[in-house]
Each structure stands twice: as structure tokens, then as C-alpha cells.
């Protein structure tokens, strides 16, 4: 009885082929019908088939447990509750404060997830930053740590070259009229069968975050093992249009994305660059019990005196 019902509720997560749940990226968007849809991305360039997966726990080993405690240097003596939270359930769940309560580590093995920080590891409003690493350092020092948390490069997305896909990014602050970095971060995206996540670490992959002297002030990890359920037959490019025509597809929140819609009823032709399958991971606050795949199409948005480039997203999966 229980794995039937559990096969039940889990049924019920998984969305209609064309109602995966994409609200929470942009807004419903409907061209008239009698705008052109021109497609200019390869027709080959997405998988005949794709999976969905089911979200299980993670069982992260002792050594990438000691390798995130010592970055606090905790001991399992050390270990607590989620303050405010009642005791996890979970025998595995670990907690440990630092002690003046603006750092911690969390591994939480249901969700897949480890959540470290350190507000002392970079300058504050009133200090210097010390021996920041640059862009190329920070990328070599994530790089390296990828192979103490037991992941491997070949499940992280990569260029079309074959090298590694590292976003970055950097907190500066003022001081004495002079701007001074006080931190790099490098975002690194899991994929899974070849297909990324969507987000830049927070719904699938690595975000690490180096300050003073190269030491790590943020780590998130998130990576949960998945389960297949099924795999079904991708959409056409007819079925695709069909939604965009149909109104089941979002146009994903933008600088441009607000000028497209109030301005709507003047859009005169969508051409499609690119069709790229993605991930769902979840909406970067709460990681989806189901993950499943989308379509997110590259476009430019034609008007009488101007072209805005922008994103749309949509169900991949064929309803044949």
C-alpha cells in the first residue's frame, strides 16, 4: 500500500507535458496570430528523447564531510540544532554555528544540499581587503576544491570548445573614494545526460565564494541525487510554436522583457536563434521534489523600428 500511494503522489508532481511549471520565470506571453515565427536554430540540436527525474537524498561521504567542517574547524562535539528550528529528523542532517553567529555549516542529505558560510573570511565596511584572488586564481582555487567535494568536471557544464563553463562574479566596496574588491565568487552549473540546470549554482551545481587570502567566505552545494521516472519523446518544432501561439509559454523576466510585452500588439515576427534544453532545479529558494526538463528558446523580437533580443521558456516534452 505505501509504494502505491507513493507511486501516486508522485504521479500527481509530475506536470502535463505542456504545463511544466514555469510561472515563477517571467510572464505568460501570447503574440497574435498573426505574427511570424521564423526559425534560424538547427533543427537537430535538441535530444530526440528526455528524462525526468526524481529528487532522493544524497549521501554525501565522510571525506566531503570533514573537508567542510574543517573549513570552520568543527568537530561532530560541535554539532547542533538549526537555531529557532526543532531537531531534523534525519540522523544525517548536521549543523554546526560559529560562534560569534554570523558563519555556519549545514548539510542537509535530503536535499542534496551543503551550505557553508563565513562573514569574517573577507574585509568589512571598515577594513582592507587582504590578498583577494583574482578571476584567474579564484577559477583555479574552485577548480581544485571541485575534487575535495568527490565531483567530477564531466557532470558540470562545459563550453562548445569542451573547457569548463565558470561564471564569476565579485562584492566591491568603497573606501577613502577608492573601490577595492573584497570578494570573487565562481558559479560552476551541473548538467545532467549533457542538459544544464538552470541557475548559476543555486538550483544545480557549486557556487564558492573566495575572500581575504584566497580563504572560502561562501560555499553552496547543491546536488542531489536523481532517480529516474520516465523518458518521453521531445517536441517538434510545430508543437513548440503551437504553445508559443497557444499562449503556454513564458517570456522569461528581462531588461527587455517589460518594453516587449507593454508593446505587444506592434510585434510583427519572433525569430528563434537557439533551442537549448534545461533543467528545472527549482526557483532558486526551493529545490523541485520532480525535476524536469524545459525548452528555453533564444529570440529576437521584431518591431517596426526596433529588435529586442529575449528568452522564452516552454514544455519540451511532445504531447505525441
Same mark, same amino acid.
Given at each position: ?40 536554430? !538547427? !533543427? ?9 527525474? #526524481?529528487?532522493? !537524498? ?5 571525506? %566531503? ?43 542537509? !542529505? ?111 552545494? %547543491? ?8 523518458? #518521453? ?56 521534489? %520532480? ?30
Amino acid at each position: 500500500m505505501k509504494l502505491a500511494l507513493s507511486g501516486i503522489l508522485l504521479s500527481s508532481l509530475i506536470a502535463s507535458a505542456a504545463d511544466v511549471a514555469l510561472g515563477d520565470f517571467g510572464r505568460s506571453f501570447m503574440p497574435a496570430s498573426t505574427v511570424v515565427i521564423e526559425w534560424q536554430s !538547427p !533543427p537537430t540540436n535538441l535530444p530526440l528523447s528526455i528524462a525526468t527525474y #526524481r529528487r532522493v !537524498p544524497t549521501r554525501f561521504s565522510p571525506r %566531503v564531510i570533514q573537508t567542510c567542517m574543517d573549513l570552520g574547524g568543527w568537530t561532530m562535539k560541535q554539532r547542533t540544532n538549526v537555531p529557532g528550528s526543532p531537531p531534523n529528523s534525519n540522523t544525517n542532517f548536521l549543523f554546526f554555528p560559529n560562534k560569534d553567529g554570523i558563519g555556519r555549516l549545514g548539510v542537509d !542529505p535530503d536535499k542534496g544540499i551543503i551550505d557553508y558560510l563565513d562573514e569574517k573570511a573577507h574585509a568589512s565596511a571598515s577594513g582592507n581587503a587582504k590578498r583577494v584572488p583574482t578571476d584567474k586564481e579564484a577559477q583555479d582555487l574552485a577548480r581544485s576544491f571541485l575534487k575535495k567535494l568527490d565531483i567530477d568536471e564531466s557532470n558540470l557544464v562545459h563550453h562548445a570548445d569542451g573547457t569548463l563553463r565558470m561564471y564569476g562574479g565579485r562584492s566591491i566596496q568603497g573606501r577613502r573614494g577608492v573601490e577595492e574588491v573584497i570578494t570573487r565568487s565562481v558559479y560552476l552549473t551541473r548538467q545532467v545526460d549533457h542538459i544544464p540546470f538552470n541557475g548559476l549554482g543555486q538550483n544545480g551545481g557549486i557556487w564558492i565564494t573566495l575572500g581575504d587570502h584566497a580563504k572560502i567566505s561562501e560555499l553552496r552545494v %547543491v546536488w542531489p541525487t536523481l532517480q529516474l521516472i520516465e523518458r #518521453r519523446t521531445t517536441a517538434t518544432r510545430a508543437e513548440l510554436e503551437e504553445r508559443i501561439r497557444q499562449g503556454k509559454a513564458i517570456l522569461v523576466s528581462s531588461e527587455t522583457s517589460d518594453v516587449i510585452l507593454a508593446n505587444l500588439s506592434s510585434l510583427t515576427k519572433l525569430t528563434v536563434k537557439q533551442i537549448t534544453p534545461v533543467y528545472r532545479g527549482g526557483n532558486g529558494f526551493e529545490l523541485d521534489e %520532480v525535476i524536469q526538463p524545459f525548452a528555453s528558446l533564444d529570440v529576437v523580437a521584431h518591431f517596426p523600428r526596433t529588435n529586442y533580443q529575449a528568452m522564452i521558456d516552454c514544455s519540451i516534452f511532445s504531447v505525441k
